[in-house]
Structure formats: C-alpha cells, structure tokens
C-alpha cells in the first residue's frame, strides 16, 4: 500500500472524535520526502474542531518543512471524502495546486488534484 495512505490510516486510529464518531486521518508528504500525520481533534464547543488535514500540515509547518508533494486524506465512507473548505484554503496556502489522494477503508481511492476541488482561491497574491 501507498506509505502515504498507510501513514494517514494510522493516524486516523488516534482521531479524537466522540461528538461526530467520524474519524478522520491525513498525512502530507514534504520534497525530501518527509511525511507529516494528522486526525481530527473535536471539541465540546464544536467550532472549535480541528480537521486532520490542518493538523497534519500545520504539524509540518511547525516542524520546518514548507514544500509539499502529496496529501492523503482516510476516512469511513462510501465514497473517498474531499477535504472540507476551511482545509482546502489552509492546503492552499501552505501546498498550492497539490495532489490530493483521497481513500476510504475499502481502499478506494482518488487523486485529485487541490485546484480542481479549490478554484479561484484567495491567496497572498492579492494582498
Ligand atoms: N473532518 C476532517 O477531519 N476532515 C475532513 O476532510 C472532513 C471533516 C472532521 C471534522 C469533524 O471532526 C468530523 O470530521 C465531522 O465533520
């Protein structure tokens, strides 16, 4: 299996997620190849609920890496699930028009690329 996918499925299995059960893990790949993982993270008040994807990346980030090749996202679902739009504005921003592995646990996946599910973002070349 792609070490990305496993690395993301692993991470899942910490996912702390007791008010929606809906686990999730990602895992992103920086250029030398370093791999970065993280799981859902809920909160009690809700909107204070972290996404796998801006776990993993804001891990990465905090630990150095800044270019990135790949994301793998997991979870439970019928079909492989898109990041939602906080994460892809996030994922922008630190991986631009990066490619997205999408999986669910019957091992079907997609690859997609961000700017296919993100067009038209808002990003520092406006400001
Ligand atoms: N969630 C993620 O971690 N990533 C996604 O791509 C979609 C949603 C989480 C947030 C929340 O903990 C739970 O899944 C239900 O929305």
């Not at 630990?63 to 739009?85: M, N």
């Not at 630190?94 to 038209?120: A, I, K, M, W, Y």
Request: hydrophobic share 45%; aromatic share 8%.
């Amino acid at each position: 299996m792609d070490r990305l996918i496993e690395a993301a499925l692993a991470a899942r299995e910490n996912a702390h997620a007791p008010f929606s059960n809906f686990r999730v893990g990602a895992a992103v790949e920086d250029a030398n190849g370093r791999v970065f993982t993280g799981c859902n993270v809920e909160n009690a008040t809700y909107g204070l609920t972290l996404c796998a994807e801006r776990v993993a990346i804001f891990k990465a980030i905090s630990e150095g890496a800044r270019k990135f090749v790949r994301v793998a996202v997991v979870a439970d679902t019928d079909s492989p699930t898109p990041p939602c739009g906080a994460c892809r504005q996030i994922l922008w921003e630190f991986c631009g028009d990066v490619e997205l592995v999408l999986t669910n646990l019957h091992g079907q996946t997609e690859t997609v690329r961000l700017g296919e599910l993100f067009p038209r973002p808002f990003d520092a070349s406006f400001l």
